[in-house]
DNA sequence: GGCTACTTCCTTACAACGTAAGGTTGATGT
DNA sequence: ACATCAACCTTACGTTGTAAGGAAGTAGCC
């Protein structure tokens, strides 16, 4: 006989198929069949679709508290949480449905409130006022999880470097931006790591000159 | 005999079902019923699901194209975008499903290139280096669209404040915040206009050091 | 053992979804 | 008058989430 049920190795291999084939490969029939079983026997051990994306963004959120509970960092408060949310960033970048799923949630998972608890404490400690400390966690938004709202999505970019060319004289300043920037790009154009960690820093040295 | 179909008359149905309804109710069939019509007929304006949230993003954007360009700012090019990401915030606060559709498009819309090109004329013109501007354009994220990733969802803080109480030794940070700031919110606990322009203004005055 | 209760898993079925394929209709150009 | 063609409808299929109830194994208790 195979191994018993149980919830989280349900939502292991919700992981799996999300990480492997999509999150909209993630359906309750392949769900059952990647556990060699039928999908209504996932209803006893979660609710439905939607419990199931929420034990996933648990899941997620788990992953990440477990590394950026490791996270040690020798200076200041600065320093922490950069190397925290920087943390958070490779575990997301493993799992490029998480923001997606996170954001469809109705309800925040508690690993999250936790995890700004942290933070808060963080920022306390490093003589930050609670006013300016709930302040920064909206300011951080998503980057404590690792990852930011890009109005450009990668792969536009990836296309657009060819595409934009043809379009120059709707977007001047675009085009010249491109050309500009295109030959001092080391790393790619568009690094989402550079740009992350600007981010980051600008809201970390603004935050600072508020303390 | 009833007025003829239109792609544009099917998307300004579809923004009128998301917006009474939510974005989960837009149905080809539910929007169909809407215009007095059969699903399929609307395949005759558009080549499926996936081209109506399309459209609906690009109508979206052009709703906030249309208030950007009205803005008028007398001041630097801080308030200038300033005034025009908080234009772009009031349409996206009518249509709360904005940014989840914006986030499921595979490609940006057009108008948002357009608005990015306009960014970037203005900071270029405020004398920043194209290197500056790009990263600019990242680290405002989504916020020239009007809205940020909230990690709390609204919803979350409302009921929040009568849980907190009842897990205060597992989140005591957050729980002394909350504590602290209740009595001092004016307009309610996490407000989210002052939380975006905090945010906001944090970014834009990065940035001028940066010039 | 034998009875009961309970968990686990399966079978069947249904409504709603997106959409492929093809039919009907009415306006327009010649 | 006839051909063309876009607009709209009918029917049907596969897939989705899940409600309802049955079957099979496990555990506790006499």
Redesign the interface.
Known sequence: MRKALTRDRVLQAAVTIADRDGIAALTMRRLGAELGVEAMSLYHHLRGKDALLDGVAETLVGEILEAVEQVVADGDWRALLRARFLAAREIMLRHRWG??V???????PFG???Y???I??VM?GAGFS??I???A??????M??G???????P??DDTGGDDLAAVAD?????V??VA??AH?AELGW?DSQV?FE??LD??L???DR?R
Do not use: K, W
């Open positions: 923001p997606g996170l954001n469809s949630r109705a309800d925040v999250v409130l936790r700004y608890d942290s808060i404490g306390i609670y006013r400390a709930h302040r966690v909206h300011a951080f938004g998503s404590p999880l990852f930011v709202q890009e109005a450009f999505s792969s536009a709707l977007l001047p300043n675009l010249a931006m500009s920037e001092e568009c740009e600007f981010t600008l809201l040295d603004g935050l508020a």
